[in-house]
């Protein structure tokens, strides 16, 4: 604490602040649950918990201090800059957060450090490694399995299995989809653990898919279950690059980026010569998107336009999950109803188009049963513009269901 009063002071920081946070870190207490009672509170002798507000901002004023020290030391000529690119970029250090890289000659021996080879992981990233194979992406592969494990399964229901998926898919994979293409081969895996996941029998023995897995990862104002595909959101994730490299005049990386592949800083990436090699950089130049694709894209966009007013006021958060996953599975006609058993002749059809429906009366209405579920479901959800009634009704129909 000393050491951040001293900073603050050559800072020129307000001196009530520094006694302030002096005061805060010595004479700050804590107490101890033990089996649901704290205990008497005591007084921290190592400095402030972890996750304490107070903490990132005395790190600042310590990490401050380090960025000056090596300033000082390039100054004198104690450490080597590292030229980057034709334009003979100079870096010294990078910190991020509490991460700090050293560009400098290798001096183990003076550091205290051991010497390792590429690749090594940083930030969560494997730098050094190649991306195009599929062993580097081989640790994203085992956490998902991990997370879709057959144990699991036998524990959900569906509407459990899709938010693990969702959670999984959404969280662990990122920084990599963040930075790197992915394979093919990488994609068809992931798909692979999660329909096995999704449609595994209570036994751990694998399913019969009620649906195709293009419809479960349709979003749902399209018609699906929203879960996604990989491969899409990796090429959104990358074209935040072009976006960054469009917006962003003065950064660091942009500097290296166009210094390193003869890029003009001041022009957009599609008016320039993209480069042919480079790692992941390349990649990103060279993302895969043509005018067919986006329109084949557009054309799968209209095919599910077909069940949006059908299956989108399901998700309205009246019944609990499973229940609405069950009406979207009837919805779509993957439930053994009588409708559907009529449709493939496994017993006579059923004419109930001109029965009038006597529980109506009740609330003074005349009405009579619709044909099918889906008219049933429409009938119900889009009688009344009353968000409120919209909801009772919906409620009705997967009681009724």
């Known amino acids: 604490m ?3 009063g001293y900073s603050v002071t050559k800072n020129g920081i307000w001196t009530a602040l520094e006694e302030l946070g002096e ?4 004479m700050a207490s804590m107490s101890v649950l033990v089996n649901g009672s704290p205990s008497k509170p005591f007084h921290m002798e190592r400095g402030l918990r972890q996750g304490d507000p107070l903490s ?3 790190f600042v004023l310590v990490v401050d201090v380090l960025h000056r020290m090596l300033e000082e030391a390039v100054r004198n000529g104690r450490i080597a800059l590292l030229l ?3 334009e003979h970029i100079a870096l010294s250090h990078l910190q991020f957060a509490d991460d700090t890289i050293l560009f400098c000659p290798s001096a183990c021996g003076l550091l205290g450090c051991n010497e390792a080879v ?3 992981r940083y930030l969560g990233i ?3 490694a190649n991306p195009r194979l599929v062993k580097t992406w081989k640790p994203i592969l085992d ?5 879709l494990s057959q144990w699991k399964a036998k524990v959900l229901s569906k509407a459990g299995k899709l938010v693990l998926i969702k959670s999984v898919l959404n969280s662990l994979p990122i920084y990599y989809l963040s930075l790197y293409r992915m394979p093919k081969a990488v994609a068809d895996k992931l798909i692979a653990l999660q329909r096995r996941f999704m449609w595994c029998k209570g036994d751990g023995n694998d399913g019969i898919p009620l649906v195709k897995w293009g419809l479960v990862q349709a979003p749902k104002k399209a018609g699906g279950l929203g879960i996604g595909d990989a491969m899409l959101r990796n090429t959104a994730l990358l074209f935040k690059w072009w976006w960054r490299f469009s917006k962003e005049d003065c950064s660091l990386w942009k500097r290296i980026v166009c210094s390193c592949n003869n890029l003009n800083s001041d022009a957009m990436l599609a008016t320039q010569q993209l480069p042919n090699k480079g790692g992941p950089w390349k990649d990103i130049c060279h993302l895969n998107i043509t005018e067919q694709r986006i329109k084949d894209k557009m054309l799968a966009g209209l095919v599910m336009e077909v069940l949006q007013s059908e299956t989108m006021s399901v998700w309205r958060g009246v019944v609990p999950p499973r229940i609405e996953l069950f009406g979207w599975f009837v919805l779509v006609g993957r439930v053994n109803t009588k409708e559907r058993l009529s449709k493939i002749s496994v017993i006579p059809p059923a004419d109930n188009i001109c029965v009038w429906c006597s529980w109506l009366r009740v609330f003074g209405e005349d009405w009579a049963i619709p044909g099918t579920i889906k008219e049933l479901f429409e ?3 889009s009688w009344h513009k009353r968000k409120e009634e919209q909801k009772r009704w919906l409620t009705a129909f997967f009681a009724v269901i």
Not at 23 to 26: D, I, L, Q, R
Not at 143 to 147: C, L, N, S
């Open 379 to 381: 009938s119900w959800t």
């Open 2 to 4: 000393e050491f951040c």
């Open 143 to 147: 956490k998902v399995e991990e997370k």
């Open 84 to 86: 980057v690119g034709g």
């Open 23 to 26: 005061e805060c870190v010595s």
């Open 126 to 128: 494997p730098l050094g």
């Open 56 to 58: 990132p901002f005395l």
């Open 118 to 120: 590429l690749p090594v």
